[in-house]
């Protein structure tokens, strides 16, 4: 069991307090006596104490208060010391009446009032829309497993962002006040941004769904009773044109876009990530992750592992895959064996140089065309030479929408097709 130390006979309860919550509670150390000198025993108290002090700083986070602070949580910590769930007065009052008698007779048998914690006078503090993703954040932890620090930022941003733009546009009111009406302002808003800066229905639905998750999260862990449904209801905007990412022609990539004078300007391993991507299709966030483990350039066909890690997931089951390496994929890895150490965890960063180094030398032959196009054109070549769908699933890392038998296809079939779509011929 964790938390638990032996000193002399007797069993304590022991944990170090987070460093997340070092704001909250200064302590370094809780250490309580457990009153036992059974493992048994112990471990049972020692499960109920942590659910305790899980409990308690999760209040002092909602409130904002500090260790050993206000009336609030010390009424929330007697309520559960008492083996009660804390309850506003307003929520109590739904309560079937056999629990309302056991507050009551256990208020009667014990020697002091404890009247504020057990039947919910303390008012409840009111959670605001500047400090909801501060909480919400507390409630997912398990989204962010096995994400690293760029992909936790990037998940992590859009909500802040989201949570922002409705506090600029209604102000910083407290979650259960929201109405449909600030909904729709919303909603309203981002239709008026649409037009104006040319932006996609789909930007604002995400914005709308982000806030939503945020509220669903904070309504059903609070119980704040808020009808989602009803402020939600009918706010998601149509998709109108959607822009596509338009493949590069063959042709134009050969004799234009991976000249070496053209990408002459950029540094050695954004060059040579060009030209890797454009040879393997491969997502640019998956291949600047690669590490020399995963670059197998001796023994056999040259090819790349992509793979989950435990600080990394890919974007879908279907992503783990090995790619042969040829021409201009080969050609990038035997000069970079150690794969893009520049710009690990920072394929943002890669990306918008690599747009804005292609639209100053005119290199991209429309708007609608961009790094990311390298992936779609690579998946057209596939294609055009009738390669079988199994094989351009498993090279493009996407599901196989029929039954999968065997282990699919070999490294050297996969090859075989790469040979023939391959841009630069040795």
């Not at 949580?73 to 307003?90: C, H, M, N, T, W």
């Not at 040579?272 to 023994?299: H, P």
Request: hydrophobic share 35%; glycine share 4%; aromatic share 10%.
């Amino acid at each position: 069991m964790k938390h638990i130390i032996k000193r002399g006979k007797t069993y304590y309860y022991n944990r170090r307090v987070p460093g997340y919550l070092n704001e909250y509670d200064k302590r370094e150390t809780i250490r309580i006596s457990l009153k036992t000198d059974s493992y048994q025993s112990a471990s049972k108290k020692a499960a109920s104490m942590d659910q305790q002090i899980e409990a308690y700083w999760q209040k002092l986070i909602l409130t904002g208060e500090k260790h050993s602070e206000q009336a609030y949580r010390r009424a929330v910590e007697l309520a559960q010391q008492f083996g009660f769930s804390y309850k506003p007065i307003d929520e109590l009052k739904h309560d079937k009446l056999e629990s309302l008698v056991q507050r009551m007779a256990f208020t009667e048998a014990i020697d002091f009032d404890k009247d504020s914690a057990l039947f919910g006078t303390v008012k409840k503090p009111e959670l605001r829309l500047s400090n909801a993703f501060d909480k919400f954040l507390l409630l997912v932890n398990d989204r962010l497993m096995n994400k690293s620090e760029g992909q936790i930022r990037k998940w992590k941003n859009p909500r802040i962002k989201a949570i922002r733009n409705l506090i600029n546009l209604i102000g910083d009111k407290t979650i259960t006040e929201l109405t449909r009406d600030d909904i729709i302002q919303f909603r309203d808003w981002w239709v008026m941004r649409i037009k104006d800066d040319n932006l996609t229905a789909n930007s604002a639905n995400k914005d709308i769904g982000k806030i939503k998750d945020i509220l669903d999260s904070l309504n059903e862990h609070y119980r704040l009773r808020i009808d989602l449904g009803w402020l939600f209801s009918k706010t998601t905007l149509k998709e109108g044109f959607k822009r596509q990412r338009l493949p590069f022609d063959a042709k134009y990539l050969r004799d234009h876009f991976l000249n070496p004078g053209a990408l002459s300007g950029l540094n050695e391993q954004a060059r040579y990530f060009l030209y890797a991507m454009a040879e393997t299709g491969a997502r640019g966030s998956e291949l600047v992750e690669l590490k020399r483990d995963d670059i197998l350039l001796q023994n056999g066909i040259p090819h790349i592992n992509i793979h989950d890690r435990k600080t990394r997931k890919l974007k879908t089951p279907f992503s783990n895959r090995t790619i042969p390496l040829v021409g201009y994929a080969q050609e990038a890895f035997e000069n970079c064996p150690d794969g893009f150490t520049s710009y690990r965890d920072r394929f943002d960063s890669l990306s918008n140089l690599l747009n804005k180094y292609l639209k100053h030398h005119e290199l991209l032959p429309t708007k609608n065309h961009s790094v990311y196009s390298l992936r779609h054109s690579f998946q057209d070549r596939l294609t055009s030479v009738n390669a079988p769908d199994r094989v351009q699933a498993q090279l493009m890392g996407h599901k196989f929408n029929r039954p999968e038998y065997g282990k699919g296809a070999s490294l050297e079939l996969k090859k075989e097709w790469m040979d023939k779509v391959c841009l630069k011929k040795f």
